[in-house]
Each structure stands twice: as structure tokens, then as C-alpha cells.
Nanobody, 113 residues
């Protein structure tokens, strides 16, 4: 499976972005999928998870601000990010829950005024 994240960019604090993850090569409908992020100088962390039934989980720092969703017919996973903060600045990646698929390049989200 190849994963391609897109939708990042520069946004002011309080702004919104919607990230997309396109999977190709194999269907992901049976996988629990996740969004991860890696800030400069920090380890990669899982921020949002969605299982194959659509049940979601979030790390505390993004709860109430981020929403993960998926479209199995399109082999896509999304991350709607609202109320962005400077601490959300990072490169965002998608992968399965265990992080065992090949990592794509990610998409950079910069939150700054």
C-alpha cells in the first residue's frame, strides 16, 4: 500500500485545514487507520485513529478540535483540523494503527501568525 498525504499548508492560529490521505495498491477498508504527526525535534505521535467501523479515538491534545474520517469506497482517510494552535505545527502522516505500512512523505502543517 502506498500512502500519500496532502492538504497541509500555512495557517494562522485558530484556523482550519483538512488533510487527505490517498491509499493505493491495496484496499484499506479492513484496516484501522490513523493520522500521525512529527514536530521538529520530537518523536512521531499518533493523534487520531479510526477503525474499520468508524469508531474514532484522539490524543487528548486534539480532542474536540480534530475529526478523523474515512471513505472506504475511495480508499481515503481525512483529518479535519479546527482551532489550530502553534503546537499543532508538524509534518502529518497517515498509516495504519500499528504504523506498519510504508510511510509516505507526509504533509507539512505550519500554524503561525
Amino acid at each position: 500500500v502506498q500512502l500519500q498525504a496532502s492538504g497541509g499548508g500555512l495557517v494562522q492560529p485558530g484556523g482550519s485545514l483538512r488533510l487527505s490521505c490517498a491509499a493505493s495498491g491495496s484496499p484499506i477498508s479492513l484496516d484501522a487507520m490513523a493520522w500521525y504527526r512529527q514536530a521538529p525535534g520530537k518523536r512521531r505521535e499518533l493523534v487520531a485513529l479510526i477503525d474499520r467501523r468508524g469508531t474514532t479515538e484522539y490524543v487528548d491534545s486534539v480532542k474536540g478540535r480534530f475529526t478523523i474520517s474515512r471513505d472506504n469506497a475511495k480508499n481515503m482517510v481525512y483529518l479535519q483540523m479546527n482551532g489550530l494552535k502553534s503546537g499543532d505545527t508538524a509534518v502529518y502522516f497517515c498509516n495504519n494503527m500499528l504504523g506498519t505500512l510504508a510511510w509516505g512523505q507526509g504533509t507539512l502543517v505550519t500554524v503561525s501568525s
